[in-house]
């Protein structure tokens, strides 16, 4: 079992930053893919980010490409999403994901292990 705790979320102007972070128990931490979706009010759930298990590997969603960086540390069972330009659409609860084996990163489906979320409301 993986459990995944988000935190970092909360309330920023139009063009400021936030920097999120997901916390993972399990001992296979640095096997597991690892990434990011969002869901706004009324809005369906959409990929963000993601890493591969040594982090050579990066995927984004074209609507934070350039904005949003996703990064690990394997050491502290810990990824982060590093969040710049932030936009009045960037506001939805973000939830932490991670799977052992994952054919597609952007795909939900793919990911067994889901965080709580954590909200991040930007202002315009």
């Known amino acids: 079992q993986v459990q995944l705790v988000e935190s970092g979320g909360g309330l920023v102007q139009a063009g400021g930053s936030l920097r999120l972070s997901c916390a993972a128990s399990?001992?296979?931490?640095?096997?597991?893919?690892m990434g990011w979706f969002r869901q706004a009010p009324g809005k369906e759930r959409e990929f963000v980010a993601a890493?591969?298990?040594?982090?050579?590997?990066?995927y984004y969603a074209e609507s934070v490409k350039g904005r949003f960086t996703i990064s690990r540390d394997n050491a502290k069972n810990t990824i982060y999403l590093q969040m710049n330009s932030l936009k009045p659409e960037d506001t939805a609860v973000y939830c932490c994901?991670?799977?052992?084996?994952?054919?597609?990163?952007?795909?939900?489906?793919?990911?067994?292990?889901w965080g709580q979320g954590t909200q991040v409301t930007v202002s315009s």
């Open positions: 994901v991670a799977d052992h084996s994952v054919s597609d990163p952007h795909s939900q489906y793919g990911y067994d292990y």
């Open positions: 399990g001992r296979t931490f640095s096997r597991y893919v």
């Open positions: 890493i591969s298990w040594s982090g050579g590997s990066t």
